[in-house]
């Protein structure tokens, strides 16, 4: 991948962001965050569900979080935000008294709360600090877990968004890798990425353009 960042706007009109650069002015002439909500409020109404992984509830990845959602909800999109790392959550046992087909032996706030929003859900977003060059182990907890609605969570939309410290331009390549694999395996369709690298602080991150780009791929849902 170019480590210049890639801009598509696909045919079906869902704006898809590989974002490899940090405080780059990536879109040009970009609709403002204040763009008039009402002019497709009510079309193609999504159930989307957001999944967070990150500790720090104002962190890097938590920002891009609420502009995404901010974007979405202003649209008109019905959005529910599951923080992992602030649930009570337990990894999968491995014990498969579920089937794949639930219901989990963990009656956590994975299974109870999460479960039946992620099952109902149109577009599943993933927002994860890097740790290690992957995702967080709360987002991982969670992602584990898929494992006992494997067939009900088959066949939906979804999105990765990543902030890290490190600015080299490999840096997101193993959790993308990670990630595609999951688009692959859960015949998930891919509709946008915003990779942010560079960015291992709210300030830097505030800085940059890929808050309003988080707010823009919600927006144009």
């Known amino acids: 991948m170019n480590r210049r960042d890639f801009i598509k706007l696909s045919g079906s009109g869902l704006l898809t962001l590989f974002l490899s650069g940090c405080g780059l002015s990536a879109l040009t002439n970009k609709p403002e965050t204040t763009a008039n909500a009402n002019d497709h409020i009510g079309e193609n109404k999504m159930k989307i569900v957001v999944i ?8 890097t990845s938590a920002l891009l979080a609420d502009k995404f959602i901010e974007g979405a909800t202003s649209a008109g999109h019905e959005v529910f935000r599951f923080n992992s790392a602030f649930e009570d959550i337990h990894p999968c046992q491995g014990c ?35 740790y290690y060059y992957g995702m967080s182990a709360q987002i991982k907890t969670v992602v584990d877990r898929f494992y006992s609605r494997t067939g009900s969570l ?18 997101m ?33 505030e800085r940059t353009e890929f808050p309003n780009q988080a707010y823009q791929i919600g ?3």
């Open 173 to 205: 390549e193993a959790l993308v890798h990670h990630y595609e694999t999951l688009v692959r395996y859960m015949e998930w369709q891919d509709i946008g990425k915003v990779l942010a690298i560079g960015c291992g602080s709210r300030p830097i991150i």
């Open 52 to 59: 967070t992984g990150s500790p720090h509830k104002a962190g």
């Open 96 to 130: 498969d008294h579920c089937g794949m087909n639930g219901p989990c032996i963990q009656n956590d706030a994975i299974e109870q709360t999460l479960m039946p929003k992620l099952i109902g859900a149109d577009l599943i977003v993933l927002i994860t600090p890097l």
């Open 219 to 221: 927006y144009n849902l």
């Open 154 to 171: 088959h066949r939906k939309k979804s999105i990765l968004m990543a902030t890290a410290y490190n600015s080299a331009d490999w840096t």
